[in-house]
């Protein structure tokens, strides 16, 4: 068996909380994100896609057109980048001197840059992701619609993440989204995982 395997959470379910609660995590987390596995296991098994790597399944099914291929593979690793993007409130740590140079460069300041991932979060029309991604030796605030991903992209190295799914923040926002995403940029962004993925 090869499996693409839901990877544990980095943290306990209640961690996060209030901005993501538990209640949220037991829908988006042991749900919303292990469907996606779940689906893509069944639509890889015995294609030439079994046995690859989730990085590599993103960049092939993209590369091929296979879109539910694509949709889950990327929701997958995605949902792990977001995990993987956050930390509970005092532990996210600050940015290395070299990814605070860099937002320095690119944003004029580490407030401006929490700002424009904000502003992207609120302005994603629908489901999607806003990401600080690293480009070229640049550092760029986008947005990406439902499952589309930076991941595998040439020249582009994903930092954060905030998902930006209703799915994110409905029981606990409920429509607020930009409540939620200022609360997630301004309280429980991993700055130290950041940094360590810039290096
Ligand atoms: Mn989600």
């Not at 919303?32 to 989730?54: D, Q």
């Not at 001197?97 to 904000?118: M, T």
């Not at 998902?163 to 994110?168: K, T």
Request: proline share 4%; aromatic share 10%.
């Amino acid at each position: 068996m090869n499996e693409i395997t839901l990877a544990p959470l980095p943290y306990a379910d209640d961690a996060l909380a209030p901005t993501v609660s538990a209640k949220t995590i037991s829908f988006h987390y042991g749900k919303h994100h292990a469907g996606y596995v779940k689906a893509l296991n069944g639509l890889i098994a015995g294609t030439k896609y079994e046995g690859m790597s989730l990085d590599a399944i993103v960049v092939a099914s993209r590369d091929a057109g296979d879109t539910a291929v694509f949709n889950n593979a990327a929701q997958a690793w995605n949902h792990d980048f977001y995990w993987n993007s956050l930390a509970p409130a005092g532990k996210g740590g600050e940015p290395s001197a070299g990814l605070l140079a860099a937002v320095n460069a690119s944003f004029g300041s580490l407030d401006a840059c929490k700002a424009a991932l904000v502003d992207a979060a609120v302005k994603r029309f629908g489901s999607g992701w806003a990401w600080l991604v690293a480009r070229d030796g640049r550092l760029a605030v986008e947005s990406t619609a439902n499952a589309d991903t930076p991941a595998g992209r040439t020249g582009v190295k994903p930092l954060l993440v905030v998902d930006v799914w209703e799915h994110a923040y409905y029981l606990d926002w409920q429509n607020a989204r930009a409540s939620y995403a200022k609360a997630v940029v301004d309280g429980h962004l991993d700055w130290a995982s950041a940094s360590r993925r810039f290096a």
